[in-house]
């Protein structure tokens, strides 16, 4: 069974651009969580979709949005980006039951110049 | 509100020597706790989950991990290391029901020859 796959793997982009980051989960698995990893800050949560709905928001600024399609893919948008956006962000996914195992993918690296 | 502190952003060992990486937890509700391990330019896998079963869980790679609530504590522990466990780990809390981790800081392991 194939992995969580996240596309592209590395993106350059300058400040005040925007950019979109895909996920897609294993097949079957119907929940994804996105986190954003930085030197600074570390692993932090972004949101989370269930079945194309958001369960669950970290506490970042609206810039940052995402959405879940009914295939149970995911993107998430960065809008406006600063400097500070530059991280490798991380989507899991799971079945969406009670603790289970989330699936990491292999990150998206953004460089913001 | 839930926090992980992970002690000792790098610890070094040799090769067949104990392995004990520390994490302290902080939640206001029985917490549900994870390691990860994240190998350079990868995503985070999953090494174990405590979900208030047995406090003493056995994961992958002959990791394992105890839960003490009286010291809020779910240290990760590995008998003999080996080259192949140098990697950075990370402890993670979640409340039940809610699949958002919050991550400690990390610890990098190094394994000398």
């Known amino acids: 069974k194939a992995g969580v796959t996240q596309t592209p793997r590395y993106l350059i982009k300058t400040r005040g651009q925007q950019v979109t980051l895909s996920c897609s989960p294993i097949s079957g698995h119907r929940s994804v969580s996105w986190y954003q990893q930085t030197p600074g800050q570390g692993l932090q949560f972004l949101f989370e979709?269930?079945?194309?709905?958001?369960?669950n928001k970290g506490n970042f600024p609206g810039r940052f949005s995402g959405r879940q399609f009914s295939n149970s893919r995911s993107e998430m948008n960065v809008s406006t980006l600063e400097l500070g956006d530059s991280a490798l962000y991380l989507c899991?996914?799971?079945?969406?039951?009670?603790?289970?195992?989330?699936?990491f993918g292999p990150g998206t690296r953004l460089l913001v110049l | 509100a839930q926090s992980v502190t992970q002690l000792g952003s790098h610890v070094s060992v040799s090769e067949g020597a104990l392995v004990l990486l520390r994490c302290n937890y902080s939640?206001?509700?029985?917490?549900?706790l994870f390691w990860y391990v994240q190998y350079p330019n990868q995503g985070l896998q999953l090494l174990l989950k405590y979900t208030s079963a047995a406090t003493l869980v056995k994961g992958i790679n002959g990791f394992e991990a105890e839960f003490k609530k009286s010291e809020t504590s779910f240290h990760l522990t590995k008998p003999s290391a080996h080259m192949s466990d140098a990697a950075e780990y990370f402890c993670?809390?979640?409340?039940?029901?809610?699949?958002?981790?919050?991550f400690g800081s990390g610890t990098r392991l190094q394994v000398q020859p």
């Open positions: 939640s206001s509700v029985p917490p549900y």
């Open positions: 899991a996914s799971s079945f969406g039951r009670d603790v289970e195992t989330q699936y």
């Open positions: 993670a809390v979640s409340a039940p029901g809610r699949r958002a981790l919050t």
């Open positions: 979709y269930f079945s194309e709905t958001q369960r």
